[in-house]
């Protein structure tokens, strides 16, 4: 099962989301989950230390898929991360690679905010990649606020989300409800804005200090991978 989380908008806790998803698939199953970063920062969610190599340097090379079983870092026994490495990340192994994941029981992946296809992006081939990633996906997983604008550049993305998951915060005038006709896709999970999600991220301390109220907000998601 491939499930790939993003985003429309800076700030939304994609990355956050998808590393609580990994945890709690993890624990619940016992199976192993894969993680896998697009976007450079789950290292430093879970207080590892920066990998010098991962998918750039492998998109770079002629190896086979299964050689990137030797760059991923252990963070819990049954969670592994394959780090972004450093450099740009090519889309012309795209398919080489999501064949590769699809092979793997649960495999979870971060790809960062997608931007809309009449914008200008600097990501270049980076962009290119990681809407790949969320348009081949067995889950392809909207992360959101209940915000106007993020649901606007939602409805204008060429990538569909097969369901979403909403970052509630108080104050907003949207619903969940308003959310679900405007994106065309179920909410799997509302996750409360959480200090101690925070905490935990900003000590580097997510995978020993794993937020139980989020775990239940997250477990339709977690159930069904």
Known sequence: MLVTCWSTKGGSGTTVMAALAGLYAAQDRDRPVLLVD??????????????????????????????LERVLLELTPNLSLLP?????LRPDRTGELVEWLAAGEVVVVDAGVLNIENQPSACGSNEEFRQRLAA???????????????LRRAVSLSVRPSGVVLVAEAGRALTRSDCERAIGAPV??????????ARAVDAGMLRTRVPKGAGRALARLTEEI
């Open 38 to 67: 697009l976007c450079g920062d789950l290292p430093a969610v879970f207080g590892s230390t920066e990998p010098s190599s991962g998918l750039h340097e492998w998109l770079r090379s002629d190896l086979a898929p299964c050689s």
């Open 84 to 88: 972004r490495g450093r450099g740009p």
């Open 136 to 150: 081949e996906a067995d889950r392809s997983v909207l992360v959101t606020r209940a915000c106007y604008l993020a």
């Open 188 to 197: 799997l999970a509302t996750v409360a804005v959480d200090p101690d999600i």
